[in-house]
């Protein structure tokens, strides 16, 4: 069955759905630009501005940008806050420090979280070099005790390796 339409009836049809259109892409622009993300990478720069394809190298960088994005009553945006951590391994020298203003709400969270499918491992330690490690010196072997093998205690100059 056709339906004859007049010109008015027909421009008020299409206005209504140009409405509708544009009500439906600002609403979904609004919820996009809400919430805010970060990325970080070993390989990543902290001159850059921490997106996708130019993270961070830091966890403290996407931290203090994080906290940057504050308005002036302390709120986040709307959505909250995700860093992506990607894969590799981040060598820590110290401690990851948040603290309250590092907080997040159930309505406004700050996750912090592993890209899907890539491994993170954060490494709190020192690398040591396997050949700085060296046989007793005479010195060290007579201070073993009788029940275990010298040749088989290696020692290491922990002055050089820069742990004392």
């Known amino acids: 069955m056709c339906m004859k339409m007049t010109a008015s009836a027909l421009s008020c049809m299409l206005s209504a759905t140009a409405i509708a259109a544009l009500l439906i892409s600002v609403i979904t622009f609004q919820q996009t630009v809400r919430a805010a993300e970060f990325h970080v990478s070993p390989g990543g720069d902290d001159a850059s501005p921490g997106t ?21 009553n302390g709120a986040l945006p709307e959505g909250g806050v995700t860093v992506w951590v990607h894969g590799g391994v981040y060598m820590r020298t110290g401690p990851f420090l948040l603290s309250a203003e590092d907080s997040g709400t159930e309505k406004v969270p700050i996750v912090y979280r592993a890209v899907p499918g890539e491994k993170v491992r954060l490494v ?5 070099n396997p050949k700085n490690w060296k046989p007793l010196s005479e010195a060290a ?24």
């Open 52 to 72: 996708e394809e130019r993270p961070f190298a830091t966890l403290e960088m996407a931290r203090d940008r994080m906290r940057g994005l504050r308005d002036g």
């Open 124 to 128: 709190g330690g020192k690398l040591i």
């Open 141 to 164: 072997r007579k201070r073993v005790h009788p029940n275990v093998n010298p040749d088989a205690v290696l020692e290491l100059d922990v002055e050089r390796e820069g742990l004392v």
